[in-house]
Each structure stands twice: as C-alpha cells, then as structure tokens.
C-alpha cells in the first residue's frame, strides 16, 4: 500500500530535550516536505527536498533540522524544543519534483512541549 | 502575511444541498491550485485540484472553480453528503515549484441530516 508513515503519532516532552519525528515514504517520491498545523494559521512549511541531500527553509524553518540522506526518509529534528513548538506536524510527499504533483500526507504527529 | 485566505472558518448545510467553499489568494504568480479534506486525526487527502489556464474543473460530487481576475476559487461539492464533514484546506502552488504548496487557514464543513 502507498503510503507516508510517520512515528510517533503523539509525544510529550520537555523544553529542551532534543528529539526527532521520523517520515517515510514507499511510493519512491523525489519531494518531500514538513507542515505543521496550527489553529488559526492552517497547515505551514517548515522544511522541505527536492531529492536525496538537497533540502530547503519553507515558510517557519526557525528551530528545526532536517537531513534527506536516502530517498524515502526525511526526519524532523528539533535539538531544542520550546513551548511555541507545540503543533500538529505533517509529512508530505510527491513525485517529480518541480512537476504540477499532488502530495501525500502522512496521520500527522502532534507534540507537546512542556 | 497570509497569501491564501479561507474566511469562512465553518460552514453548516444540510444533507442533499450544495455546499460551496471559497478562498481567496493574494500572489497573482500562482498558478495552480488544490482543494485538500481532513478528517480528525488523518493527514489531509487530495481532492481535486485546477491549472490556471482553466476557469472550472470537475470531478463526480466536486467542482472547483477559478476566477483568476478575482483571485478567487471556489469548491462546490452537490449534493452534500454526511461523509462530507471535514476540514477543507485550499492550497496554491507557483510554476516551477508546484510541490511547494501554500496552504489556507481551512473551513470545516458540517453536513447536517
């Protein structure tokens, strides 16, 4: 089954612990991207590749990494979680890069920063 | 400052109605466009999308409309249906960089029996 998996769904943590949400897609996708969805503000990007090892800032880029070393995989790092990163986040991919591509989103990951 | 704009943040309609979604954007650069649904604790789904160099676009229950001179689209979804009731997000994409959405505040849809 195509699909973009992410883990975990939910987590908890405190302000400063460094963590990573991971992102995986099956379907050989060269685009892949971060959201997060906050209420008010609707789905933002925080991150996204175009393929292997060529990543880019999206719209909120402050305070998280990323790293796209194999095809499939594309974490979110955050090496210093605050409060104000408390949101819904959602991976997403596409093929063709560049190309008029729908994209693919994964049952999203919401965290708590405390 | 927000380039694609959902000024409804809820919509009500009753089962068998029309159901019309709109949203507005502000970079006339954008040429392509997306409606996604979001059911609660589900990534957003495509649902149809539209190219600039068309004015409507159908797909069974849905239609998207654009009206590039208003900067304005519109999803029309008749009759509606209870499995309707979602979150609609809006999403608008530049030449070149079509994997790179911008996305609307969304309107949740209730379809009411």
């Known amino acids: 089954e195509a699909q973009v998996t992410q883990n975990p769904r939910y987590l908890i943590t405190v302000t400063g612990k460094k963590l990573t949400v991971t992102c995986s897609q099956n379907m050989n996708h060269e685009y892949m991207s971060w959201y997060r969805q906050d209420p008010g503000l609707g789905l933002r990007q925080i991150y996204y590749s175009m393929n292997v090892e060529v990543t880019d800032k999206g719209d909120v880029p402050e305070g998280y990494k990323v790293s796209r070393k194999e095809k499939r995989n594309f974490p979110l790092i955050l090496e210093s979680p605050s409060p104000n990163q408390t949101s819904l986040y959602f991976c997403a991919s596409s093929g063709l890069a560049g190309r008029q591509e729908t994209q693919y989103f994964g049952p999203g990951t919401r965290l708590l920063v405390l | 400052d927000q380039q694609v704009k959902q000024n409804s943040p809820s919509l009500s309609v009753q089962e068998g109605r029309i159901s019309i979604l709109n949203c507005d954007y502000t970079?006339?650069?954008?040429?392509?466009f997306l409606w996604y649904k979001k059911y609660p604790a589900e990534g957003p789904t495509f649902l149809i999308s539209i190219s600039s160099i068309k004015d409507k676009n159908e797909d069974g229950r849905f239609t998207v409309f654009l009206n590039k001179s208003a900067k304005h689209l519109s999803l029309h979804i008749v009759p509606s249906q209870p499995g309707d009731s979602a979150v609609y997000f809006c999403a608008a994409s530049l030449t070149g960089t079509a994997s790179k959405l911008t996305f609307g505040t969304g309107t949740r849809l209730q379809v009411t029996l």
């Open positions: 970079n006339s650069m954008f040429d392509y």
